[in-house]
Every structure is written in structure tokens, then in C-alpha cells.
């Protein structure tokens, strides 16, 4: 029989440490490194993000546009755009929204700035919605960036229609300079014309010999209804040959659903039938 003493007794030896072990006492202590010069960067710009972001929300002032709004029917895209621009650039320079300048700045260290960015945008978007027509707000409808929205504009009227371009190559030939206007105003008019004639694409050999017999026939009644009911479509149309992938909302032109067919290139002479157009078919 064993005694009390020896059943406690521990099954192991135990390890007595000395609160004087130098071990101890000279265990260093575990100190943070410091930040990196990019942890101090985002800490920096959380802070002031609080209280002053890098983004300000704009309110639009949208009374100082005073434009009809955009269609492809009216080809006005220019003057439609020239004061779209100047009206966002009065409005604390919101147009660099449409070119980029402007850019979101970085979610996770400047979310209110990167709020107000967004909420800028919507309201650039929703502004040109309103003073566009139906079928502009189609081509702009999936667009999630005011400057998305903007380029995809640029591109549908780059080419405003043949017939209007035709127009403007007629206007630039007929101006001249004088001594009533200045040489650099003048000047400055041709250069403008000259800019918005190629802006809006090349035309090709056929498709300018179409026109400008379709211009011919102005002097011929019977042709008269013909003229301007061919002249409109092309107007409002994107050419004989837009690139679709880019827009696919491109109205394409063609001549055979408004009377045209091409005809031997080796007939002495061009024909016309009312209300059928025959044009030459070129080589």
C-alpha cells in the first residue's frame, strides 16, 4: 500500500526558472517597422479626401446651352458641339470629362473624391441625353463614361453625309479674299471649312460622280422630285460603306432602294430614266 505523499507525487520532473535568467532580461523588445513611403502616401490622401478631395461635386448650369438639340438629319454637329464643349467648360472646366483629362481618381485611397467623380459623370451623361435626339441616344446608350459617350458621337458624325460635304467643298471654292475682310479672317474661314470637309471622311470616286450628277439634274423638272428624294437619304445616311463594327446603328446607303443601278462604263454617254438614276459603274 502506498502512502498519500507518493499518489501527488508528480510523474515528472518540473523545470524551475530563475526570474534572474539573463535570457530574459535581455529579450529584445518587437518594434513595428514604420511605414513605407506609399503606406504614407495613402494614409495622407485618406485624410485630406475627408475634408478636401481631389474631386469636387459640380452642379451643371445647364441654362447656357442654347443649341437645338443634336440630330444626324440636321448636320449640324459641329456648332452642336462647339458650344456642348463651352458650356461644360464654364461649368469649372467639367468638359475634361469628355476627353479624359479628368480622370477617376483611385476607389480605395480617395473614395469620396472617386464619388464625386462618378456622380460628375452621370450628370455629363445625363445632360447630353437631354440635348440629343432619339436616335443619337441609342448610339450613346451603353456608354458608362461621358468621354465613352463622346467619342462614340465624334465617330457617327464624322461623316455627316456626302451631299453635305459636297456642299461645303462648293462653299469653300466660292470664298474669296477681299479687300472689305481681313486676309486672316478669310483664311481663318477656309481653314474651318477645310477641317470639316475631311472630318467628316474621303469620298470615293463613285460615290462623288453619283452626286454631283445627282446636283445636275436640278435644271430638269421631271428629275426634280427624283433629286431631293435621293439627295435627303444620302444626307441622312452614313455613307455607301460605314464600318459597322465600330457603329452598328450606321445607316447604310443604298442606291438600289432609291432607283440607282450601275450601268457599262463603256456607253458614250450617262443615262437617266425617272425615277431610276443609272450611274456609271466605275472601274
Not at 81 to 92: A, G, Y
Not at 146 to 155: P, S
Request: neutral net charge.
Amino acid at each position: 500500500m502506498t502512502s498519500s505523499t507518493a499518489q501527488t507525487r508528480p510523474s515528472s520532473s518540473l523545470s524551475i526558472i530563475s526570474i534572474n535568467d539573463p535570457s530574459l532580461i535581455n529579450e529584445p523588445t518587437l518594434i513595428p517597422p514604420p511605414p513605407s513611403p506609399t503606406e504614407i502616401r495613402f494614409m495622407t490622401a485618406l485624410a485630406s479626401d475627408t475634408t478636401r478631395p481631389s474631386v469636387a461635386i459640380i452642379t451643371l448650369n445647364t441654362s447656357l446651352f442654347k443649341h437645338d438639340s443634336l440630330s444626324k438629319d440636321q448636320n449640324h454637329f459641329s456648332s452642336w458641339k462647339r458650344q456642348f464643349i463651352q458650356t461644360l467648360r464654364m461649368n469649372q472646366g467639367a468638359d475634361g470629362y469628355l476627353d479624359g483629362r479628368i480622370l477617376p481618381p483611385n476607389r480605395d485611397s480617395e473614395p469620396r473624391a472617386y464619388s464625386n467623380w462618378n456622380a460628375n459623370n452621370g450628370s455629363i451623361l445625363g445632360f447630353m441625353g437631354l440635348v440629343i435626339d432619339d436616335a443619337e441616344q441609342e448610339v450613346i446608350d451603353g456608354a458608362a463614361t461621358a468621354q465613352v459617350a463622346w467619342d462614340l458621337l465624334v465617330q457617327r458624325h464624322a461623316q455627316e453625309g456626302p451631299v453635305k460635304q459636297v456642299q461645303l467643298i462648293q462653299e469653300a471654292l466660292n470664298v474669296r479674299y477681299s479687300s472689305s475682310e481681313k486676309y486672316s479672317t478669310t483664311s481663318s474661314k477656309l481653314t474651318t471649312l477645310n477641317k470639316h470637309i475631311w472630318d467628316m471622311g474621303s469620298l470615293s470616286s463613285e460615290l462623288f460622280l453619283c452626286i454631283i450628277m445627282i446636283n445636275s439634274m436640278s435644271n430638269v423638272p421631271e428629275l426634280r422630285a427624283t433629286r431631293e428624294n435621293v439627295a435627303q437619304q444620302f444626307a441622312q445616311s452614313d455613307g455607301t460603306n460605314p464600318d459597322l463594327k465600330k457603329n452598328p446603328t450606321a445607316r447604310k446607303f443604298r442606291f438600289e432602294s432609291y432607283g440607282y443601278s450601275f450601268i457599262d462604263p463603256d456607253l458614250p454617254k450617262f443615262e437617266f430614266s425617272s425615277p431610276k438614276v443609272h450611274c456609271p459603274r466605275m472601274s
